[in-house]
């Protein structure tokens, strides 16, 4: 459990009565939750059970029909999703989102750039080198090398992009220790040694104050890395708790884990 846990910090985000349908579908149908500033919660279920939904809520790319949604007292329902980015709410997504042109350090470039405006008339390579050199540094990218620093982020591997991405919206945060990240499938198409990497970034995130929710299919990235796990079905929130909790209970177990999953407390690939 993070350092800001321990210290007792009040609800960060607060999820309240969350409805989103598509037509007769109740892709999400009143979904309560809170978050604390810098906890590691995951978000799990099915395919189809609303995460994906309620991550376009909650970032702002999709408006909920109906509840609340309030972020360190701040509520997000009238903000689009480039001004969520501003009051400190980023996201990544499903399959790797990078600028695939830009070389590595440019992409970071322009997420530092971007918080004050891009023009025509701007020098990229002339822009926040060394705030994007903090960032590959803290995010482990410098291990990839120079030549690959520097040529185009398209030809990084399938796990390069994805720790690229999450390096991107670390950046665009204003404040990363007051900041939410929302990581859909941070995991999705790792080696397992690439997953484990992915998940210790993670985690070590929340220990600067970085509050983070994330959805998962692969057990190992929840299991032992979460501080508390949150599980989805069919739109509903159907249980809640610390991972040991969610572990044990017959419908997750049932529904969704299989009655083999077995859960051990203290192992952690993370």
């Known amino acids: 459990m993070s350092q800001a846990m321990d210290q007792g910090l009040k609800s960060a985000l607060s999820v309240q009565n969350l409805h989103r349908h598509y037509g007769v579908v109740k892709a999400l149908n009143g979904i309560d939750f809170d978050l604390r500033a810098g906890e590691c919660v995951a978000m799990i279920g099915p395919n189809g059970a609303g995460k994906s939904t309620c991550f376009a809520c ?10 609340r949604i309030n972020w360190r007292g701040q509520n997000l ?19 790797a989102q990078v600028f695939q042109a830009l070389s590595v350090i440019q992409n970071l470039q322009l997420v530092l750039k971007a918080a004050s405006g891009v023009s025509a008339f701007d020098s990229l390579d002339a822009c926040f080198q060394e705030e994007s050199w903090q960032w ?14 520097h040529s185009s982020a398209g030809n990084l591997s399938y796990g390069g992009q994805k720790r690229l991405e999450l390096a991107m919206a670390m950046a665009g945060l204003p404040d990363p220790s007051l900041g939410l990240l929302l990581l859909d499938e941070p995991a999705a198409g790792l080696s397992p040694t690439e997953r484990i990497d992915m998940m210790r970034q993670v985690k070590a995130l929340t220990e600067q104050g970085t509050t983070v929710l994330y959805t998962e299919h692969n057990m190992d990235a929840v299991f032992g890395v979460a501080d508390r796990v949150l599980v989805l079905m069919e739109g509903c929130l159907v249980a809640q708790g610390l991972p040991h909790e969610v572990a044990a209970n017959p419908l997750v177990r049932d529904r969704y884990l299989g009655a083999s999953f077995k859960y051990n407390e203290g192992d952690s690939d993370a």
Not at 79 to 93: C, E, I, K, N, P
Request: glycine fraction near 12%; charge should be neutral.
């Open 136 to 149: 590959i540094r803290k995010m482990g990218l410098d291990n990839l090398g120079d030549e690959a620093l």
């Open 77 to 95: 329902d009238a903000f689009a999703a480039d001004q969520r980015s501003a009051l400190g709410v980023v996201r990544t997504f499903q399959v």
């Open 58 to 67: 909650l970032a702002g790319q999709q408006r909920a029909a109906q509840g």
